[in-house]
Nanobody, 125 residues
Framework: QVQLVESGGGLVQPGGSLRLSCAAS????????IGWFRQAPGKEREGVSC????????HYTDSVKGRFTMSRPNAKNTVYLQMNSLKPEDTAVYYC??????????????????WGQGTQVTVSS
């Protein structure tokens, strides 16, 4: 079965950068999607980005476009989320998740099947 383990969260000042990692196992070789989601205190969970192997397409929510970059899974089935120009409103618990497919609409409904434990990202001066 799919297992996901996030790492790389921490405390960073506004304008700084952070790279999150997600080690995945149990993925179908050519038919999977991996996504990053986040949940801030008092707010609903939201999609950040996702990649579908079937289409080779990466999707981003508007609030992070130009600042965050999600890698495609590497040979070790690890995916990264590079976060630059971080803002206090980026503070949240970040989760990686997996399913069979992702699109802009699927990213918005936050309905992936498998989830990691989450890693805390705090942006504060």
């Amino acid at each position: 079965q799919v297992q996901l383990v996030e790492s790389g969260g921490g405390l960073v000042q506004p304008g700084g950068s952070l790279r999150l990692s997600c080690a995945a196992s149990g993925l179908a070789r050519d038919y999977y999607a991996i996504g990053w989601f986040r949940q801030a205190p008092g707010k609903e969970r939201e999609g950040v980005s996702c990649f579908s192997s079937s289409t080779g397409t990466t999707h981003y929510t508007d609030s992070v476009k130009g600042r965050f970059t999600m890698s495609r899974p590497n040979a070790k089935n690890t995916v990264y989320l590079q976060m630059n120009s971080l803002k206090p409103e980026d503070t949240a618990v970040y989760y990686c998740a997996a399913d069979t497919f992702c699109s802009d609409s699927i990213l918005k409904v936050v309905d992936f099947s498998s989830w990691g434990q989450g890693t805390q990202v705090t942006v504060s001066s």
